[in-house]
């Protein structure tokens, strides 16, 4: 069903295969087939592709990274794929999307040189934060500033960065190559050949792309990319990978040769590779040259010791919780293994997938891995799908359109555009869309949505990007854990065991999930005799795991936040405590130290304790959620923006449902800085306002304006005072002075469009009537 989802994503021709398609009963039809062409194009057709998220961006490295991940889960469990019925999807959709990244290889040649790649088309600011509709409505071939602008963005050799894009793909293209080679309705080997070329003179032109990451000219970037390294050994483990499959010794091939050069400056530095996400791949180079043996033996015992390091980080012992103030990652109360705030689900369905590869015992590498740890890893993995399938406190599933019982809840609200517009092209569909109670008009199946907060809390509100957006890059590493499975399932089930027997090693399964290897694994293992060994309790990790490294910022945010996510992380700050008391008074206490909620009030990050505790108890006399108290005051980093948050912003805005904005808006030093005074503004703005995206925009759009402080407030005032809505309160207040902001408003409310009217406002003549 995973494959579902990538099929409502498709952007210019949607072909009438994609289930989400008009032809096949779905809402989704042609759109943006005009890319590449008009204002900001490059003359060429670049329609195509996946959006990358709610919105319709194509983003290019969150792309490769997604279709690299998906290209590995289906070569590597091929045979739970085929089996499922899946493989023949997989593919069709794999090369549908590589052929688009493909067409982005604008200008291809042998000479390093001369290559071009698009890394981006669309515009955060015009696409991404003024249109909610859908994408086959949005108007195309527009100038800058207007709904229609999709500007193409080149990565090329004068400008001498973006090898982390090109390198990504290079992943993609030549891993679907190899699932193009095998048998197969979709299978191809003049286009595997094809793909494969292109990869390789992408990885040249890679090479030359010194100065490192790309990001957006204009600005604005969805994800900011911290490395390039790690992408390109990922990109070389796979040219390594490609050279293997055609027959070459992993020992000796030039390519891997390459590959392991690549891979080696991260040996040793587990905080770079120990977690895999959009802009963290190093740890899956290691997994995919470890399934290829490449290089020398002293080469495959680094691989095996960094998954080693990477489950050590990962699979931590129970006691490591979120409520006790653990370092990340920590389990929520429930059991997910949290990372970051922002898509939660992904990270943990991303460490999956590598805990699942490498319990593999058919990986060329991984032979002399204890059977008690393939054990564990699998068993860890599954834990972390069925929590995002369903087994958690709230019986929730993260799944759009799956819950395993009628008594589960799924996700109805995803923040996706497209979905939440009625199925009928007749009716308009626009921001409003954003605020229409009850589910998405159509169902976004497949859908793994951002997941819940460290103590298992979720709210199914298409608001909340951070915990209920989708995105190509979340739905990744999960389908390829999801046919891992699958494939061990059915060996459980053969070996006549059952998960719980399985895991606790009192049943054993021989190769359990293996692809179909050339050594014929013995035919019948029906009743397996007991593992000789008693079962080893997974060994616990003997020190904490190392500090994270800058968490990379998360999905970032797409919707109307135009700035990228300050991150999170509410890591244990050193920062000094101004409070002149370590010791925290029970006195002023106003909560019980038995409740968990109050409880959480102790952790070290938590600089304005009493207050925080005083937040508990409000909450509880409101009978609302006390937890909200830490988790949506968690990140911020001066005790004055905590104090507004607990003392009032918290305690206020929790009733409406929106306090997590109290933490992304409110509590960013990018929005207010480190004043609380403007913190408590924000706090206010959000109350009055319909949504508190309009107040971060007020201060978003006013905060190079000279008055900018009036400026701000006379945006937030507008938002309560007038009915004209908060894009237009925007647009009107970040004129030059009061007068005209004022003489706008008016102008809007008399009717009139907002385009008009700051037109008209800023003293130039209506250019229509
Ligand atoms: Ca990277």
Redesign the pocket.
């Known amino acids: 069903m995973s494959f579902r989802f990538y099929e409502a994503q498709m952007s210019g021709n949607v072909p009438s295969w994609s289930r989400a398609s008009l032809a096949a009963g779905g809402w989704r039809n042609r759109s943006h087939a005009l890319d590449g062409t008009g204002p900001g194009g490059v003359n060429l057709d670049l329609s195509g592709g996946w959006y990358d998220a709610g919105d319709h961006l194509k983003l290019h490295l969150p792309l490769g990274v997604s279709v690299s991940l998906l290209a590995y889960g289906a070569l590597t469990w091929e045979a739970a794929y085929r089996t499922a019925g899946q493989w023949d999807t997989a593919v069709r959709n794999l090369n549908w999307v590589a052929s688009y990244i493909a067409k982005c290889h604008t200008q291809a040649s042998d000479t390093p040189a001369s290559n071009k790649f698009v890394a981006q088309i669309g515009d955060v600011a015009t696409d991404h934060n003024t249109w909610w509709g859908r994408p086959e409505q949005q108007p195309e071939n527009g100038a800058q500033g207007s709904a229609g602008y999709r500007p193409v963005w080149l990565i090329t050799y004068a400008n001498g960065k973006g090898a982390?894009i090109v390198a990504e793909a290079v992943a993609s293209l030549a891993s679907v190559s190899l699932l193009l080679k095998r048998a197969g309705a979709y299978s191809n080997t003049t286009k595997a050949a094809a793909f494969l070329n292109r990869a390789k003179q992408l990885f040249e032109f890679a090479k030359t792309l010194n100065s490192g990451?790309w990001a957006p000219p204009e600005g604005l970037n969805a994800y900011p990319?911290?490395?390039?390294?790690?992408?390109m050994a990922w990109a070389a483990a796979w040219l390594c990978r490609a050279d293997v499959d055609a027959g070459a010794s992993a020992a000796t091939s030039s390519a891997c040769g390459v590959a392991v050069s690549y891979w080696k400056p991260f040996v040793g530095n587990p905080g770079v590779y120990q977690d895999v996400n959009?802009?963290?791949?190093a740890g899956m180079a290691a997994v995919l040259l470890r399934d290829v043996a490449a290089g020398t033996a002293t080469d495959v015992a680094t691989y095996n010791t960094a998954i080693s390091n990477m489950m050590k980080r990962w699979m931590i012992p129970a006691t490591q919780t979120c409520i006790s103030g653990s370092a990340l990652p920590c389990y929520t109360p429930g059991g997910l293994a949290y990372r970051d705030g922002w898509g939660s689900n992904r990270h943990a369905a991303n460490a999956a997938l590598v805990a699942l590869a490498a319990a593999r015992g058919d990986a060329g590498a991984g032979l002399e891995v204890a059977y008690s740890t393939r054990v564990n890893r699998n068993c860890w993995a599954r834990s972390q799908i069925d929590y995002m399938l369903g087994s958690n406190p709230q019986s929730q599933s993260y799944v759009v359109g799956y819950k395993p019982t009628s008594s589960h809840k799924a996700p109805e609200k995803p923040h996706h555009r497209s979905s939440s517009c009625d199925a009928s092209y007749a009716t308009p569909c626009n921001w409003a869309a954003l605020d229409n109670a009850g589910p998405n008009p159509s169902v976004l199946r497949g859908a793994l949505v951002g997941g819940p907060d460290r103590y298992d809390v979720y709210a199914d509100n298409r608001r909340d990007y951070v915990k209920n957006e989708v995105a190509v890059d979340f739905n990744a590493g999960y389908t390829g854990a999801l046919a891992a499975l699958a494939g061990l399932d059915a060996a459980i089930t053969k070996a006549g065991c059952t998960w719980t027997t399985y895991c606790s090693m009192s049943c054993t399964v021989v190769d359990a999930g293996a692809v179909p290897s050339p050594s014929p694994p013995s035919p019948a293992p029906s009743p397996v005799p007991p593992s000789p060994k008693p079962p080893s309790p997974v060994p616990p990790s003997p020190k904490p795991p190392a500090p994270s490294p800058p968490s990379p910022s998360p999905k970032p945010s797409p919707t109307p936040s135009t700035s990228p996510k300050p991150s999170p992380s509410p890591s244990p700050s050193p920062s000094p405590s101004p409070s002149p008391s370590p010791s925290p008074s029970p006195v002023t206490s106003t909560c019980s130290s038995s409740d968990w909620a109050c409880a959480a009030c102790s952790n070290s990050w938590v600089l304005d304790q009493n207050t925080c505790r005083t937040c508990v108890s409000t909450l509880r006399a409101k009978g609302l959620d006390a937890g909200k108290c830490t988790n949506s005051c968690s990140g911020i980093a001066t005790a004055g923006l905590q104090t507004v948050c607990f003392g009032t912003c918290v305690p206020n805005a929790a009733a409406k449902g929106v306090d997590w904005a109290c933490n992304q808006y409110c509590g960013a030093t990018l929005m207010v800085g480190t004043d609380p005074a403007r913190s408590q503004q924000c706090g206010t703005c959000i109350l009055g306002a319909s949504n508190p995206w309009d107040c971060t925009n007020c201060i978003t759009v006013t905060s190079s304006l000279s008055d900018a402080a009036t400026a701000r407030a006379s945006c937030m005032s507008c938002l309560t005072a007038t009915t004209i809505g908060g894009y237009a309160c925007g647009e009107c207040n970040k004129l030059a002075t009061a007068t005209a902001r004022s003489a706008c408003q008016t102008c809007v409310a008399g009717g009139k469009g907002v385009w008009d009217c700051t037109q008209a406002s800023a003293g130039r003549r209506l250019l229509r009537a």
Do not use: A, I, K
């Not at 990319?225 to 992408?231: A, I, K, L, R, T």
């Not at 959009?278 to 791949?281: E, Y």
């Open positions: 982390d990451v990319s911290s490395s390039w390294n790690d992408d959009w802009d963290r791949m």
